[in-house]
């Protein structure tokens, strides 16, 4: 299974673009990334995914390298609501099996 | 649309007890998953199902989890007796097919 690796945190002023990246340096041909972040008390929420091109949805882009090895969520206007934990999963190649990691633990403040 | 509905929000019990969480998926979705989340971990898969078929349960302790989703809807994990070391959160997910994943609010379980 393709690891992903992430910062442990990052900060992110409000209404400024939080990037947050992901290296994924094994990751095989047919895996996509996935992105979900989980706020305090909730369970995990899907953001976005995509295999090679970069994607776009109401809740942020996904741009993924040409050789596919990172990638890097955006989340273009960040607000306090934003403040989780965002997890870069490489989903295992024919199954819908997810591998959380430890994520990023993103602090967006005033 | 109601999301997945996980009870008890929070359990606490003594360690040799039983426990059991309950979840009730998003209608229609036929895929069902429990994981479980350490504190400062990303969630861990127990068991997936298939309406009622458990697919996967490799990463399910069977001396003392059990669980079931009997009319392949709502399921129900079980511990018994439980341990110190099971004290987690245990997720709830739900998907139509093999894409995205609908996660409950989870169980809180504190084991003394």
């Known amino acids: 299974d393709a690891k992903t690796t992430q910062p442990t945190s990052m900060d992110c002023a409000e209404g400024r673009a939080a990037n947050l990246p992901c290296n994924h340096s094994?990751?095989?041909?047919?895996?996509?990334v996935y992105w979900y972040r989980q706020i305090h008390s909730q369970g995990p929420q899907y953001i976005i995914h995509?295999?090679?091109n970069n994607e776009t949805n109401e809740m942020a882009s996904l741009i993924i390298t040409e050789d596919r090895k990172s990638s890097t969520l955006i989340l273009p206007h960040a607000t306090l609501r934003d403040t989780a934990v965002y997890y870069c999963i490489v989903r295992v190649g024919g199954t819908d099996k997810l591998i959380f990691g430890t994520g990023t633990r993103l602090q967006v403040f005033p | 649309e109601a999301g997945v509905v996980q009870s008890p929000r929070y359990k606490i019990i003594e360690k040799k007890q039983p426990v059991a969480f309950w979840c009730n998926p998003i209608?229609?979705?036929?895929?069902l998953y429990w994981y479980r989340q350490n504190l400062g971990q990303g969630p861990e898969l127990l068991i997936r199902?298939?309406?009622?078929?458990?697919?996967?349960d490799s990463q399910l302790p069977k001396d003392r989890f059990s669980a079931e989703r009997l009319k392949g809807v709502d399921s129900t994990l079980k511990i018994q007796p439980a341990e110190l070391g099971d004290s987690a959160v245990y997720l709830c997910?739900?998907?139509?097919?093999?894409?995205?994943?609908?996660f409950g609010p989870g169980t809180r379980l504190t084991v003394l």
């Open positions: 995509g295999l090679k």
């Open positions: 209608s229609g979705h036929n895929t």
């Open positions: 199902y298939e309406n009622e078929e458990a697919v996967d």
């Open positions: 094994t990751i095989s041909g047919n895996e996509y």
């Open positions: 997910a739900s998907s139509p097919r093999s894409n995205e994943q609908f």
